[in-house]
């Protein structure tokens, strides 16, 4: 087997692991696909390095890799796709089939469900300050001005409204992967 | 059996043509002189060494058509009675092609227009990735400006792309006006003065993507004032390498992870896209580094990276990277 074919092999054992991964993080199919593509994107550029490690260690890093692309995406509220778009990668798009299925899997509605829940329990403040940052995607200083507080309290109340959500997500992450 | 999802097939279908274009000429590239004999090896030698010198892969093509008349301003043609070279002459970095130079001309309405383009045989044209050197038409302009007050004309960086990133080129190139004292531009190599033609235009010539390169000119102008340009320079906090090419840049943020404190804030270190280093998604992310900025407005970390080190850190330093010191700070704004 050669290295073109080891890696999509690896794609194919592992593609759909990482996908309903990131789905569950970020709640959004079509973001997920795009991190998903890029995560892959990055494991071909270290395919040297891969290619050296064992199954269970390439899983362990491939999922490092998600988890930080998620985690840069949440910071800059945006998808990196820049190796993909220096590897020419055509990402295609999730038809409605396609995105019920991945939901289904990745089990969006009770994580909905559980987030909606969560969302009402926090204070209106916090409630107010991930709208416009997550949702509306303002920048801090725009997050801030529009709540009459200092940049630095936006950003602790958009930080400690995260922690909560995530606090409460985390048993339905850990048990909808423990299962895959 | 499950039903498949066709859009992770699609992808499947994207990543495994990515994957053979990519690998297979990585094998191409690694694995073809590990095969070769001494006596192939210096025929390579011997071949490759002729070329440099004089540069016999480059043909001949027809000249480039000229851009259509109704394509172009009218005030933007340039005058053919006023088109000539700035004879500037510089060497391109590859050893034995052709030489680089700016030529000049004035349009109808008074600008000042150039085009970057080679000179072989007498001929201002360009060398196509194809190997050919084709005459471009004399209509053909890059830019055209007026002069500004206090200002350089025109300063622009043409790129050139190559089959390979080390076959790109970035021309740095302009006119900074009559009497300018001095043009320096910097790129990875440091500073570079730069020698003045007519009208004090200036060509600098770089190996590479521009975005790699990030020149920058600065112009002393004959009153002695001065002025920077820049070039694909980012807002992002960045620090140049010690052996240039991508700089590095730095990105922050609160702190989300889950029982991270309020005021908790993290900043990561990690090298800006480089189009030279073909294993780029080997590199080089610093971990992060995170702090209390409530209680610490400032606080710094100083790391060393040894290659191959951090191995199951999830930040492995490949062995393919130097080693690097970096300090990565942050305070409270």
């Known amino acids: 087997m050669d290295d073109a074919d080891a890696f999509s092999e690896l794609y194919q054992r592992e593609g759909e692991a990482v996908l309903v991964f990131l789905t569950r993080r970020t709640l959004d199919v079509e973001v997920a696909l795009e991190l998903t593509a890029e995560t892959f994107a990055i494991a071909l550029t270290s395919w040297r390095k891969l290619s050296g490690l064992a199954d269970e260690q390439r899983r362990a890093w491939l999922f490092t890799v998600a988890a930080r692309r998620f985690g840069r995406y949440l910071r800059r509220a945006s998808v990196e796709r820049r190796l993909v778009a220096r590897l020419g990668i055509a990402i295609p798009c999730a038809g409605a089939d396609d995105i019920a299925l991945i939901e289904q899997r990745a089990g969006l509605g009770e994580l909905r469900t559980a987030v909606g829940r969560e969302l009402s329990l926090l204070s209106s403040e916090q409630q107010r300050a991930l709208h416009l940052r997550v949702v509306e995607e303002r920048p801090y200083d725009e997050v801030a001005a529009t709540l009459g507080v200092s940049e630095q309290a936006a950003r602790a109340r958009v930080s400690r409204g995260l922690r909560a959500l995530a606090r409460t997500l985390e048993p339905y992450r850990a048990a909808g992967e423990g299962s895959s | ?333």
């Open chain 2, 1 to 333: 059996m499950s039903e498949r999802i066709r859009v992770l097939d699609e992808l499947g279908i994207e990543l495994d043509r990515a994957a053979r274009r990519r690998l297979a000429s990585r094998r191409r590239r690694v694995g073809a002189p590990r095969r070769l004999s001494l006596a192939a090896m210096i025929v390579v030698l011997l071949v490759l060494a002729a070329a440099a010198a004089a540069a016999v892969f480059i043909s001949s093509g027809s000249p480039l058509p000229a851009p259509r008349a109704q394509d172009l301003e009218s005030g933007g043609i340039p005058l053919p009675s006023t088109v000539h070279l700035a004879g500037l002459d510089v060497a391109d970095p590859e050893a034995g092609a052709p030489r680089w130079d700016l030529r000049l001309s004035r349009s109808s309405s008074g600008e000042t227009c150039t085009a970057v383009g080679q000179v072989l045989d007498g001929q201002f044209g360009i060398v196509g990735l194809d190997h050919v050197f084709r005459v471009l038409p004399l209509g053909g302009v890059d830019v055209c400006g007026f002069a500004a007050p206090g200002g350089p004309v025109l300063a622009g960086a043409r790129v050139f792309s190559g089959s390979s990133p080390m076959e790109a080129r970035t021309v740095v190139n302009g006119v900074a006006g009559a009497g300018t004292r001095s043009v320096t531009a910097y790129g990875p190599e440091g500073a570079r003065e730069l020698p003045l033609g007519p009208d004090g235009s200036f060509l600098a010539v770089y190996r590479g993507y521009v975005e790699d390169i990030r020149p920058r000119v600065v112009i002393v102008t004959g009153r002695g004032t001065t002025r920077t340009v820049s070039f694909a320079q980012s807002s992002a906090f960045e620090a140049p390498d010690p052996q240039g090419g991508a700089p590095w840049q730095i990105s922050g943020g609160p702190d989300i992870e889950p029982g991270a404190y309020p005021d908790e804030n993290c900043v990561q270190a990690n090298r800006v896209m480089d189009h030279s280093n073909p294993f780029f998604g080997d590199t080089a992310e610093a971990p992060e580094i995170c702090g209390r900025l409530a209680t610490s407005p400032l606080f710094v970390m100083m790391r060393r990276f040894v290659p191959g080190d951090g191995e199951g850190s999830g930040f492995p330093w490949a062995t393919t990277l130097p080693a690097r010191s970096s300090t990565e700070p942050r305070r409270r704004a």
